[in-house]
């Protein structure tokens, strides 16, 4: 049986996420990723089953990194504005420093990988727990309006992934230059947060 190279293994986990970022799910193939890594189509055979297995085994990594970084410095037991901030920070940090990797995961968390991948992953459990338990505490700490969770989230968090958005497109509405500043955030997240407080 042949030995894993972990170079090999990062190039191939790098085009991958390059070809389905650029193409799809349509575009994508064994045989081109095979071919854009300038290894055999048997190789990769060696570290993954199959192209969903491929698929599914890098949506999870990517995912990973994700919860891990999203509650660095966290905690639920945090007062809400505080915690909420914290979550902006973290989030908005991950997406800057990983852009290519957000675009994948969006793409695969709308696909039928999605649940498949957030199922296998222990920390998903973890992450949903205390992020839970975050909203909870501020509600009965009287600093969070009851809402549903769905509208709670949209307001919680769509203004800063639309401003993740353009920043990533590097332009406004009507195409106007933009780049996301830490002043910009704050402002967005100052009416957000009184938007959701009692």
């Not at 998903?124 to 700490?141: C, K």
């Amino acid at each position: 049986m042949r030995v894993r190279d972990i170079d090999k293994e990062k190039l191939v986990i790098e085009m991958a996420i390059d070809q389905i970022v650029q193409e799809g799910f349509q575009g994508f193939s064994m045989n081109k990723l095979a071919k854009a890594c300038s290894i055999s189509v048997g190789t990769l055979y060696i570290y993954y089953a199959d192209k969903d297995d491929l698929i599914q085994k890098i949506g999870a990594k990517m995912a990973l990194k994700f919860f891990k970084s999203t509650i660095k410095d966290f905690s639920p037991d945090m007062p809400f504005e505080e915690g909420l901030w914290k979550q902006w920070e973290n989030r908005a940090n991950f997406a800057m420093k990983y852009p290519k990797e957000v675009a994948f995961f969006e793409i695969i968390k709308h696909s039928p990988h999605g649940e498949i991948i957030l199922d296998s992953i222990k920390e998903f459990s973890d992450f949903r727990a205390i992020m839970t338990q975050f909203i909870n505490n501020s509600l009965q700490n009287k600093e969070l309006l009851p809402m549903n969770f769905e509208a709670f989230w949209s307001v919680a968090y769509g203004p800063l992934y639309t401003l993740l958005n353009m920043h990533a497109e590097r332009k406004s509405m009507g195409g106007k230059p933009f780049v996301l500043t830490k002043e910009i955030m704050k402002e967005a997240f100052q009416v957000t947060v009184k938007g959701l407080k009692p």
